[in-house]
């Protein structure tokens, strides 16, 4: 079993930043791929960033490089979100998933947290 906990959400006006992070316990974490998700309301989960086991490889939305940044630190059982240039349309709950293997689908996923809001007012 692993746990996830999310946190560091919050209200920031458009072009802030905010950095979630993902607490991960129950399972040695080094083995796991990480992903951060969104969904906003009215509209279906979406893909966010993905980091595979190695901490070194990292994959995103399309729509979302060069804003966004996912980092994963073993040490600390945490995986993080760097969110940069915010727009109201990146308002959601954003939820961290852990999986044994990789990938930009939410069923792969298997250990899910609770989910942060994030609202970016304009």
């Known amino acids: 079993q692993v746990q996830l906990v999310e946190s560091g959400g919050g209200l920031v006006q458009a072009g802030g930043s905010l950095r979630l992070s993902c607490a991960a316990s129950g399972r040695t974490f080094s083995g796991l791929a990480m992903a951060w998700f969104r969904q906003a309301p009215g509209k279906e989960r979406e893909f966010v960033a993905g980091i595979r086991r190695s901490s070194v490889d990292t994959y995103y939305a399309d729509s979302l490089k060069g804003r966004f940044t996912i980092s994963k630190d073993n040490a600390k059982n945490t995986v993080y979100l760097q969110m940069n240039s915010l727009k109201p349309e990146d308002t959601a709950v954003y939820s961290c998933?852990?999986?044994?293997?990789?990938?930009?689908?939410?069923?792969?996923?298997?250990?899910w947290g609770q989910g942060t809001q994030v609202t970016v007012s304009s």
């Open positions: 998933a852990a999986s044994p293997r990789a990938g930009y689908v939410s069923d792969k996923y298997g250990y």
